[in-house]
């Protein structure tokens, strides 16, 4: 069962507006299938918020980076 994963706001919110939106539910249900620990599934969450946001600001389009 998946569980939910507190983020800091300013992650949430970098998340809200990037590319990468669309992909943070599939990615979760990964980390949920695979067990992490609520803590690293914390982590995680915010290293992708970091990422979304570095690429918001580089203005390097999700599409462009594949």
Known sequence: MAETVAV???ACAWL???ALNTH???YCAHLDCQR???NTK???????AHFAHWMGR??????SAR
């Open 8 to 10: 800091h706001p300013q």
């Open 16 to 18: 809200k507006v990037s």
């Open 24 to 26: 943070v539910s599939g």
């Open 36 to 38: 992490y620990a609520p």
């Open 42 to 48: 914390r982590v995680y969450l915010c290293a992708v």
């Open 58 to 63: 580089k203005q390097i389009d999700f599409g």
